[in-house]
């Protein structure tokens, strides 16, 4: 998963045109969002097959490391340019079907012939010709049209879901995402890891040709239940444009970002650059860890063979006329190495997926609310009921649930679990210096699972919190005019006013309450300013007025309707410009920039050690076609894959070093 930052797309009606109809989902309600959300299982099982056998597979036909590097350049290059021009020309498609679903289904016919080509190449290169070349631009070919493809598909499958569902249902359907992304590597990883061609031999006699058959499969049938069962908004008119409206929108798209990298707020910014480093440690684990595996599987085997036969270098040559350079035996060991990269992967997802699951519960919350109660001198470790509201009393399952809360001792803040994260990564990539068998390898990639899940976690819900609550750029400038007051931390905090609910207020009383409230109303410059009411008798009695708030969750803002135009941020800076979540699709944009560079110049220093380490193997690979003595000592004796993981790993150091610091700042906030 590689390319994006996978954030969606949204809509903008008065510039897209005039949208008919309604969106909705067909089924029983508990099933809409898995519904919704089943593509993006689909989608990992693509990934999951060009991770573990990409690699091995571009190597079987003859590339060498170096190239075969410069090939996955194709997954960041998708990312930067597919997801937004396909969104672009997605918002202006005027088919009767929707604007998302014919480019979604369009897209995963795509997928699924380049993952047939790329499982079959040697089968349709030899239609045309019996030259190698061909089946090795087959393959390349395939690799950019399945990362192109699958970009696109997955760039829709997010605007789908945002345009299908409220505001108030885009956290759940979002975990559901995740959760389908965690499930689909999972299952991927561990049909990578089976031996297919005996399981399955009527669908082909290699593990890539049944494996691409499989994920195609699962990708078309998801993503059609997609298609039959989602109903969405139909775009009757487009706004037209000298120059095309599509082209010029995703040109400004562009120009805005640049324009807006260098205002962005302190907090985002240092985020965007620990994801910098946080993507150069983790690109090469995505996509060599089964060469990596693979290569100290040969190794071994190649020495106990050595070993056993009693032989030294000087002799290997008689190995030629023996069973280890027979085809045969040498694809067996091939696929055999596959197996065991993607094994690893498999028990690295599974480990996420636990993680993803556990750790949410060992994250301490937010303390807004704890502070709007701060000084009424409520106690805020009262139970909260289903309307996000108190009660004075518990009932059975408040008390079971309550026994079983995990204590706040040990909980700790999600800046400072993302940089153990990197502390753990980055000691699993200098690890590889010890390490030197299949095994050990294994468990060092098993438990990089930890740190994926956090990853994948982490760094988009502390930028959706900064983008909600962080002051624009200009709430520091000394030449603003602050429109609210900011003698006092909580001055953008709303006051709580707790009523006994049996208690009859004189004239007085209600006189003065009314002063309050229109003199809040006046300071907060919103005359719809109201005030929250909490009720302390442990009744549901006066907790109505606040279901809707409630609903919003635990970080809403209860002080009115927020006003695009006046930003208060949590330490009551309020500055005339215009509010940050207005431009949380530039921010995401931005950030997407940092997660994709990275993944570029990896990619030209990965082929660069592969083409200084791996000489002597790539010229006995083109001399032998991949197999042969020469290529069993090379295999024997070097693993260059590790040189490139250990520069990820200094890289994990530097994010770590910074997140940790943004921990420091963001805690003592």
């Given at each position: 998963?590689?390319?994006?930052?996978?954030?969606?797309?949204?809509?903008?009606?008065?510039?897209?045109?005039?949208?008919?109809?309604?969106?909705?989902?067909?089924?029983?309600?508990?099933?809409?969002?898995?519904?919704?959300?089943?593509?993006?299982?689909?989608?990992?099982?693509?990934?999951?097959?060009?991770?573990?056998?990409?690699?091995?597979?571009?190597?079987?036909?003859?590339?060498?490391?170096?190239?075969?590097?410069?090939?996955?350049?194709?997954?960041?290059?998708?990312?930067?340019?597919?997801?937004?021009?396909?969104?672009?020309?997605?918002?202006?498609?005027?088919?009767?079907?929707?604007?998302?679903?014919?480019?979604?289904?369009?897209?995963?016919?795509?997928?699924?012939?380049?993952?047939?080509?790329?499982?079959?190449?040697?089968?349709?290169?030899?239609?045309?010709?019996?030259?190698?070349?061909?089946?090795?631009?087959?393959?390349?070919l395939s690799i950019y049209f399945i990362d192109f493809s699958i970009n696109a598909v997955m760039a829709v499958d997010r605007a789908l879901l945002v345009d299908t569902l409220p505001a108030s249902q885009q956290p759940a359907a979002n975990a559901w995402a995740a959760a389908m992304f965690s499930l689909g590597s999972v299952i991927g990883f561990f049909i990578g890891n089976l031996d297919l061609p005996s399981l399955l031999p009527f669908l082909g006699h290699a593990?890539?040709?049944?494996?691409?058959?499989?994920?195609?499969?699962?990708?078309?049938?998801?993503?059609?239940?997609?298609?039959?069962?989602?109903?969405?908004?139909?775009?009757?008119?487009?706004?037209?444009?000298?120059?095309?409206?599509?082209?010029?929108?995703?040109?400004?798209?562009?120009?805005?970002?640049?324009?807006?990298?260098?205002?962005?707020?302190?907090?985002?910014?240092?985020?965007?650059?620990?994801?910098?480093?946080?993507?150069?440690?983790?690109?090469?684990?995505?996509?060599?860890?089964?060469?990596?595996?693979?290569?100290?599987?040969?190794?071994?085997?190649?020495?106990?063979?050595?070993?056993?036969?009693?032989?030294?270098?000087?002799?290997?040559?008689?190995?030629?006329?023996?069973?280890?350079?027979?085809?045969?035996?040498?694809?067996?060991?091939?696929?055999?190495?596959?197996?065991?990269?993607?094994?690893?992967?498999?028990?690295?997802?599974?480990?996420?997926?636990?993680?993803?699951?556990?750790?949410?519960?060992?994250?301490?919350?937010?303390?807004?609310?704890?502070?709007?109660?701060?000084?009424?001198?409520?106690?805020?470790?009262?139970?909260?009921?289903?309307?996000?509201?108190?009660?004075?009393?518990?009932?059975?399952?408040?008390?079971?649930?309550?026994?079983?809360?995990?204590?706040?001792?040990?909980?700790?803040?999600?800046?400072?679990?993302?940089?153990?994260?990197?502390?753990?990564?980055?000691?699993?990539?200098?690890?590889?210096?010890?390490?030197?068998?299949?095994?050990?390898?294994?468990?060092?990639?098993?438990?990089?699972?930890?740190?994926?899940?956090?990853?994948?976690?982490?760094?988009?819900?502390?930028?959706?919190?900064?983008?909600?609550?962080?002051?624009?750029?200009?709430?520091?400038?000394?030449?603003?005019?602050?429109?609210?007051?900011?003698?006092?931390?909580?001055?953008?905090?709303?006051?709580?006013?707790?009523?006994?609910?049996?208690?009859?207020?004189?004239?007085?009383?209600?006189?003065?309450?009314?002063?309050?409230?229109?003199?809040?109303?006046?300071?907060?410059?919103?005359?719809?300013?109201?005030?929250?009411?909490?009720?302390?008798?442990?009744?549901?009695?006066?907790?109505?007025?606040?279901?809707?708030?409630?609903?919003?969750?635990?970080?809403?803002?209860?002080?009115?309707?927020?006003?695009?135009?006046?930003?208060?941020?949590?330490?009551?800076?309020?500055?005339?410009?215009?509010?940050?979540?207005?431009?949380?699709?530039?921010?995401?944009?931005?950030?997407?920039?940092?997660?994709?560079?990275?993944?570029?110049?990896?990619?030209?220093?990965?082929?660069?050690?592969?083409?200084?380490?791996?000489?002597?193997?790539?010229?006995?690979?083109?001399?032998?076609?991949?197999?042969?003595?020469?290529?069993?000592?090379?295999?024997?004796?070097?693993?260059?894959?590790?040189?490139?993981?250990?520069?990820?790993?200094?890289?994990?150091?530097?994010?770590?070093?910074?997140?940790?610091?943004?921990?420091?700042?963001?805690?003592?906030?």
């Open positions: 998963m590689t390319g994006g930052s996978f954030t969606s797309l949204g809509t903008n009606e008065a510039n897209a045109g005039k949208l008919t109809g309604h969106a909705y989902i067909y089924g029983p309600k508990h099933l809409h969002l898995p519904i919704l959300t089943i593509g993006f299982l689909g989608i990992q099982l693509f990934w999951s097959v060009e991770q573990s056998y990409g690699s091995p597979y571009l190597l079987s036909l003859g590339l060498s490391k170096s190239t075969m590097a410069m090939v996955f350049v194709a997954g960041p290059l998708s990312g930067l340019i597919v997801q937004p021009l396909i969104g672009v020309l997605a918002d202006g498609c005027t088919s009767r079907w929707g604007r998302r679903r014919p480019y979604m289904m369009g897209g995963v016919l795509i997928c699924i012939s380049a993952m047939l080509l790329l499982g079959w190449t040697r089968q349709v290169g030899a239609w045309f010709t019996s030259k190698q070349s061909l089946v090795v631009w087959l393959g390349v593990e890539l040709e049944v494996f691409s058959i499989i994920v195609s499969v699962l990708l078309l049938a998801g993503h059609v239940s997609m298609a039959l069962l989602v109903k969405e908004k139909v775009l009757l008119t487009t706004v037209p444009g000298p120059k095309g409206p599509l082209i010029r929108t995703f040109i400004q798209q562009f120009k805005t970002i640049v324009t807006n990298i260098r205002t962005l707020p302190r907090v985002i910014k240092q985020i965007c650059i620990i994801q910098f480093f946080t993507w150069i440690s983790w690109f090469p684990l995505l996509f060599y860890t089964t060469l990596y595996i693979g290569d100290l599987h040969k190794r071994e085997y190649y020495t106990s063979l050595l070993l056993t036969e009693s032989i030294g270098p000087s002799t290997l040559g008689l190995i030629n006329s023996t069973v280890v350079s027979r085809q045969d035996d040498t694809d067996a060991l091939e696929a055999e190495s596959t197996r065991l990269g993607s094994r690893a992967l498999f028990f690295s997802s599974i480990l996420a997926l636990s993680t993803n699951v556990l750790l949410p519960f060992f994250i301490i919350k937010t303390r807004r609310k704890s502070a709007r109660h701060l000084n009424a001198g409520y106690d805020s470790t009262r139970v909260r009921n289903e309307t996000d509201g108190y009660t004075s009393t518990r009932t059975a399952a408040g008390k079971l649930w309550a026994s079983w809360s995990i204590p706040d001792a040990i909980k700790v803040h999600l800046a400072s679990l993302w940089a153990v994260s990197h502390a753990v990564f980055a000691g699993c990539m200098l690890a590889t210096f010890f390490t030197s068998s299949v095994k050990g390898a294994t468990v060092l990639i098993t438990v990089t699972g930890f740190s994926w899940a956090i990853v994948q976690w982490a760094p988009f819900a502390l930028l959706g919190e900064a983008i909600l609550t962080e002051p624009t750029s200009g709430a520091g400038d000394p030449g603003v005019i602050m429109l609210t007051d900011t003698r006092s931390f909580n001055a953008g905090v709303e006051e709580v006013v707790f009523e006994d609910p049996d208690h009859d207020s004189d004239s007085d009383a209600e006189s003065d309450r009314k002063d309050r409230e229109s003199s809040r109303a006046r300071l907060m410059g919103n005359p719809d300013a109201g005030v929250s009411r909490a009720d302390i008798s442990g009744t549901r009695a006066g907790l109505d007025e606040d279901e809707e708030d409630g609903e919003d969750g635990e970080d809403a803002v209860l002080v009115g309707r927020r006003r695009p135009d006046l930003e208060i941020g949590e330490t009551g800076e309020g500055v005339t410009t215009e509010d940050l979540s207005a431009k949380a699709g530039i921010i995401l944009g931005i950030h997407n920039i940092f997660v994709v560079i990275p993944q570029f110049l990896v990619t030209g220093v990965s082929s660069i050690i592969f083409a200084v380490f791996d000489t002597d193997t790539r010229d006995s690979s083109s001399a032998n076609n991949g197999v042969g003595a020469a290529n069993a000592m090379n295999a024997a004796g070097s693993n260059s894959v590790v040189y490139v993981f250990r520069i990820g790993g200094i890289a994990a150091l530097i994010a770590f070093v910074l997140s940790w610091r943004l921990a420091k700042e963001l805690r003592h906030r």
